[in-house]
């Protein structure tokens, strides 16, 4: 095993262009970390694909990143930490972070109530591993999750505040209004973007867990306890490649990132 | 060159399930041909891809229909048919029929005030292929297009009689309005599950093109004047093949096609 250094950078994969709200937090809490991220935007999106062939994409975008010589991998996509984590985990010695189990710690600690809805992508609920996280924490939680197919197409249109992202919401979230949770776990990393328009929905006192954040934190305490945390003052370098169309990458992205995006390359797997 | 012959499959493909709704109108005008279906779900959806991926795809999909030994090839998904259409012709001597070309000959006929919109993916509409074909049909008609991305997943979710499918068809044809179309072609597969909600948006004054009609049509044009259609009146063969999803596309499949599907095979490409 090679020791990492602690001016390595930090790797980030995604099926696409969600992974940047992850990213973004990441930025808020880590300024001073370079990052290398690879969205898969060529195979997007990975929500609708079976374990089989998700556990093969994530395996090749993970090789991709430690060519990079990354001194972490973070996972920001719910399908691939929903299904390869471990796989993943098995071809490095390298730590290795994703989404589900922050997220679902997170909740476990929010909810008074002990239950927890999870909406994400098909691939997420179906695979339940929120819940599966959730009751390693704590076995009387009471869990139920909801697919919203098309959230993402609706943040991908910048439709966030149009009736039909209400109206959306709405009927994907009425069918969970009997389950009375107290806590949600946004569980799909465009879905932050969505945050207003599902409180609107589901009131104020239910408490919304954003993966990306808990996730962030979370790298934080790995590169603290390690003795990794970059201590450069100096300006991070942050690269961005994806598997196909750059251009749209970066108009879509910056939305996503609140920053602007100066570099992209495309790269084939 | 091997002569084909009249008992040999018909080959279609699509980036999905979309394709079936062209299979459908092929089955409905051609009810004794066997026919050997592939849709490529592991890699759906081709729209968001770039044109370059999409050549390597559809090349791809054509050879794995070229080893069952078709007699014809249909591209059943408008974005390859859009796009990758030439690159599948260099690859096979037999006759290849795409979606775009039926579909703008149907249109130029319909439209009387030559002014014909085009509704579809992002790849399909920025393509312009439509545009193209009408223009080598009469120069001198005006076109319109306007990317849906949304109405696939509407689809794929039941909601063709759901408010949000009236308000999402509101929104992506409002801007079209002025332009004063007199026929629509319906550009994605998908979209003809959603023709009584376009309907109610542009009134009944337009002539919607479905071009799975149009397509079925120049396929059974096709094989009469080659004499390769098929004289038997033993029940046809037909075969489908995905490359993931083999349960979800028999669930929704039959609601494309409006009939059983009895065989589904989960192959890699």
């Not at 991998?73 to 972070?97: F, G, H, M, Q, Y």
Request: aromatic share 8%.
């Amino acid at each position: 095993m090679n020791t990492p250094h602690p001016q390595q950078p930090i790797g980030i994969f995604d099926s696409g262009i969600g992974g940047l709200t992850v990213v973004k937090e990441i930025i808020r809490l880590l300024p001073n970390e370079s990052l290398i991220y690879f969205g898969d935007t060529a195979r997007v999106p990975y929500g609708t694909k079976s374990d089989s062939t998700i556990k093969e994409y994530s395996v090749q975008d993970t090789k991709f990143l430690l060519t990079h010589n990354v001194k972490l991998i973070v996972v920001a996509c719910n399908s691939a930490s929903s299904v390869a984590l471990d796989e993943i985990k098995s071809r490095t010695d390298k730590p290795v972070v994703g989404v589900i189990k922050p997220g679902a710690e997170a909740a476990v600690i929010a909810s008074h109530h002990k239950r927890i809805a999870i909406i994400g992508t098909n691939a997420t609920v179906s695979s339940r591993a929120y819940e599966h996280e959730i009751h390693k924490f704590n076995s009387e939680i009471d869990v139920a999750g909801k697919a919203c197919p098309l959230f993402v197409p609706i943040v991908e249109e910048g439709w966030m505040d149009h009736e039909i992202a209400f109206l959306t919401a709405k009927e994907y979230l009425f069918s969970l209004k009997k389950f009375a949770y107290d806590t949600m776990i946004l569980g799909c990393t465009h879905y932050p973007l969505l945050k207003n328009v599902i409180r609107k929905v589901v009131g104020e006192n239910v408490t919304l867990i954003d993966s990306g954040i808990e996730t962030a934190k979370q790298v934080k305490n790995i590169l603290t306890e390690m003795n990794l945390l970059n201590p450069s003052n100096q300006k991070p370098n942050r690269k961005y490649f994806v598997s196909d169309l750059p251009h749209k990458f970066k108009e879509i992205g910056e939305m996503f990132l609140g920053e602007k995006i100066e570099r992209i390359t495309k790269i084939d797997l």
